[in-house]
């Protein structure tokens, strides 16, 4: 039977070690981030979506408190990195990834195991890309140029969302921790050994 | 852990991307039944018309877009890009057209040529001028 | 959770997620949805009258729209052949060979009508409109094919203007069934009004197989059916009487009305700084030359509407206006507001049923928007 400070003293530690998973994971986001604007694709402003491959990872292996404060943890700090903090564009991509992270999170606890890696990151990818183009063509009352252009949409986030599922896939089944599908915070592992 | 890819993701892959590209299919076949005289190219960049041309009349014209120019040509009826500053060139790729409905996109540039009409949906055009 | 009650619920989520999916075609779909895509419009466009026929016609029926084109264009030729003065076989020039013996001739309905309309209108114009000029308009050789027009020697001119009696001695009988033509009476020439006439007979042509939204326009004469693009109401422009891509303002024109406009502009050539345009004023034998640059009328026939476009050009801003008022049709005449047609100051008179239809805008409005 643990006494009040050691549990208090592992509660501690288990917020530090939350603490410091979030704050990894964000600059692995954001590097990522990084990375995706700077790869020359064929529209530029329909990212790759491989930030999200953390965002997914992170619901799959931890929980979705842990992924939502990564993700728009990184969405701020990347748009502070761009200079869009308090422009339209900021709120077209914040928007576009809030809406995803929403239907992301619900597939993984309500569709998967039926949807895999690959089914949940083309709705993630489908759902922000899409809700930028809606934004986009409401913003300049026109619409037939961007209704002509979403089959386009559903194109790439069908092409991007297959290869950030693969890479998510991969990515928690190399970190046991993810795989297991539940983060065992090291503090618990020492005391099991203990 | 979940599985890569599921049954129920390729259904929902094939149902969603299928669809969307039926759609287009479906549109463009249509359109094609509802032919008319004389047609014209309305050219877009973004959201601003720069021009509407006339089908018969070959023209030339350079359309600036969000990566750099697009050249478009109008020649023998039909219209087609080229000198597109853009990676892929799918535009210039997409060849030919001169069907009402058919349209050449340059996604990147976010230029676009499509074939109307000569009574536009545009508002500011007139049917007829009494003279 | 049983076993099956598992399955049941991943099968109503697949299902949802296929919904949602669904949910976003369809507002693509709906975004797509830019107006009654069964309805095209055809446009069709011909040689007649020695001018340009366009004939619009809006259907989701192509062979509709093709027939209307062909019945259009007969149409047209057959009023062509009935009325063009330069044709030695049309009905017109027969008349013109035979004028003068007195005799009475029978004519066709369309001459009955045409003819009908000019001497009523020659009558309520007080001859300032005046059907037979047809020696002066050959003198002055407007349409002459090729166009040489040339000013023509003066006394001849006024020789023609001293004989010619003008349409008195044309007697229409039983209702327009037979003509008698008395001597001395001019060459009939109702080229202008032929034009209004033909725009009126192809409308009723294109209602008769019932098309229900057309636009006919004839050398800027123009009648409409129905409704255009835009559901309610063609849109046609004025054109500026002086700047070639602009127009003065829109007239939503609806069935039932005609517009026609007489400019100088269409036909006329300028020999030392002076214009010499096709309207001839019937006291002198010349050009018009109160200042007017164009006359635009909307009436419920373009027949009418062309002949009182003339008469209204013929008379000016003033008399024309209080003519076109007292007749309850709408009117706009544009001239020259220091009376020199070239210098490029113009005014404009309407009547103020005009007015209420359109504000005409002197500037000039662009045709083809940038």
Known sequence: ?194 | MPKLFTFADLLLLLAVGGSSFAFYGFRFWQDRFNQTGPTQVVIQAGKRIVAQLDLSQDTTLSVKGALGDVTVVVSGGRVRFVNAHCPLKICEKTGEINHKGEIIVCAPNQVLAKIVDSTSEDSGTLDGVSR | MNVTARWITRLILILVLVLIAAGIRVLGKRFLHTGDRSVVSYVFDSFAMGTVLTVKVRTADKTLAEKAAKLASAEMHRIHKIFDPYDPESEISYLNRIRGSDSVISVSPDMARVLGEALHIRKLSRGTFEPTLGELIQLWGFNDQPRRPRIPDTLRIAALVDSLSGAEGIELIDEGISVRIAPGTGALDVGGIAKGYGVDRVVAVLAGIRIKNALVNLGGEIGVLGVGSNGRSWRIGVQHPRKNSYHLGVIDQVEGMFVATSGDYERFFLEKGRRYHHILDPTTGYPTSRGTVSATVIASSCLVADALATSAFVMGPGEGIRFLDSLGVHGLVVYAADGDTESGNLAYSATRNFLRIMEPDLDGLPINPP
């Open chain 1, 1 to 194: 039977m643990k006494s009040g400070s050691e549990k208090r003293a592992e509660d501690v530690r288990g917020r530090v070690e939350k603490l410091s998973l979030v704050a990894m994971a964000t600059v692995f986001e954001l590097v990522l981030f990084v990375l995706d604007s700077a790869i020359p694709k064929p529209i530029p402003w329909i990212k790759i979506g491989l930030a999200n491959i953390v965002t997914l990872a992170l619901l799959i292996g931890v929980g979705w408190r842990a992924a939502a404060a990564v993700h728009f943890l990184r969405i701020l700090i990347g748009a502070v990195f761009r200079g869009g903090l308090f422009t339209p564009f900021f709120l077209l991509s914040f928007s576009g990834g809030a809406l995803s992270f929403l239907v992301m999170a619900l597939a993984v606890r309500w569709a998967m195991p039926v949807l895999g890696f690959v089914g949940v990151s083309f709705l993630g990818a489908l759902t922000h890309n899409f809700t930028q183009l809606v934004l986009v063509a409401l913003a300049l009352s026109d619409t037939t140029v961007m209704a002509l252009l979403w089959p386009v949409v559903v194109f790439f986030s069908l092409l991007y969302g297959c290869f950030s599922g693969y890479s998510s896939y991969h990515f928690c089944r190399r970190i046991p921790q993810l795989a297991t599908g539940r983060l065992i915070p090291a503090q618990t592992q020492a005391a099991r050994s203990a």
